[in-house]
């Protein structure tokens, strides 16, 4: 078995991670960080795992969590991580780290839509890109893997074949997407209340998301030019969900069977992406819960455009079964070890 820390493990995405470790036959979680938690089970802050995860939950010993762990997943802040990491690298340990410290190439692009001075730029250099459908080879012995915000997962990927064969324009790309409320952590601000989100549908951070920058630097990695993206989040009235909604030109006259080709051939050996049939388009019910991602599209012949839908769980595909399945990577173990499940229908 490999040790495995979780440092933040009673956020969402930090308990959404332990739940999956518990039962990965691969690995073990020998340590838990909690700062708000420490001292209490993490069974007792999260009754579900009772008699299958009652280890004590800890305040953060870098000293204390590295003396029996290997690898360590932190679930933090953007920059709360520049605290932690360092002293986790120094000691030689392998790390996914949620946070958008290391999403970035280049660090400038971070500190202008972060507002905030990178703390690790030497690290930087050491840091992969989490998406394993595009980076798996460079995951295999990355020392940090930055894991994708769940906004940039379903929209890279969404759009990745046709950006790779160049059969679209990289002007006027618009990407709309929804997520559930747990996509902004657990917290308790006024808009994430009850009453506030239930029974309604809004957009927010509009024209200046943080998401925006990274999925304008991996779609131009993809296209090998820069592009500028529209991008709009939006709040969706459910727990847990995200779908994505992409427009995009195309150049030349295609129709939905040859685009869909083009993706079946593009994601041929990619378990845990999904191509639907011509007519058919992802719900989020579909993938809730599980690491897939569904993608359908359809092809506007009046307007030359096409479509794309793209489903992931923000949770899962989009944190935390996306870290598990790097980590598998990064340990040589299968892929899809603790995380081939289907999604959760009802």
């Known amino acids: 078995m490999i040790n495995v820390g979780i440092i933040g493990a009673t956020g969402y995405v930090g308990i959404e991670i332990a739940r999956i470790l518990s039962a990965h036959p691969g690995f073990k979680i020998t340590s838990a960080v909690s700062q708000s938690f420490a001292g209490k089970r993490i069974s007792d802050v ?37 605290k932690i990491i360092p002293e986790l690298a120094r000691r030689g340990k392998r790390i996914i780290d949620h946070s958008a410290d290391f999403r970035y190439r280049n660090t400038g692009i971070y500190e202008k839509w972060y507002k905030a001075k990178h ?11 989490g998406l394993p459908e595009l980076y798996r080879e460079k995951i295999k012995s990355a020392r940090i893997t930055a894991n994708p915000g769940c906004y940039p997962t379903a929209s890279i990927l969404g759009i990745a074949p046709l950006l790779a064969e160049k059969v679209i324009s990289t002007e006027g790309i618009i990407v709309d997407a929804a997520s559930g409320i747990s996509g902004a952590g657990r917290k308790t601000d006024l ?17 200046v998301h943080r998401h925006t920058s990274e999925i304008e630097q991996e779609m131009s990695l993809l296209a090998g030019k820069e592009i500028l ?22 150049e030349g006259r295609y129709s939905t069977g040859k685009l869909l080709d083009l993706y079946k051939t593009f994601y041929r050996d990619e ?12 719900e989020t019910r579909y993938t809730s819960g599980s690491n897939f991602i569904d993608i359908g599209l359809a092809v506007d012949e009046r307007l030359n455009r096409v479509v794309i839908i793209s489903s992931i769980d923000n949770l899962g595909k989009g944190a935390a079964s996306q870290a598990v399945q790097c980590l598998n990577i990064m340990n040589g173990l299968p892929e899809n070890a603790g995380i081939e499940r289907a999604g959760m229908f009802i």
Do not use: W
């Not at 009772?50 to 969590?65: A, P, V, W, Y």
């Open 46 to 82: 999260y009754p579900a795992l009772n008699g299958i995860l009652d280890l004590e939950l800890e305040s953060l010993s870098i000293e204390k969590i590295c003396a029996n762990t290997d690898f360590f997943i932190t679930a933090l802040p953007h920059g709360v991580s520049g």
């Open 119 to 129: 703390q690790m730029p030497e690290l930087n250099e050491l840091a992969v890109y």
């Open 191 to 207: 808009p994430y209340q009850y009453c506030e989100a239930s029974e309604n549908f809004k957009a927010y951070g509009i024209a």
């Open 229 to 250: 993206v529209s991008f709009t989040p939006h709040l969706l009235p459910m727990k847990r969900g995200l779908l994505a909604t992409i427009y995009a030109g195309l």
């Open 271 to 282: 378990f845990f992406v999904r191509i639907l049939k011509e007519g058919m388009f992802p």
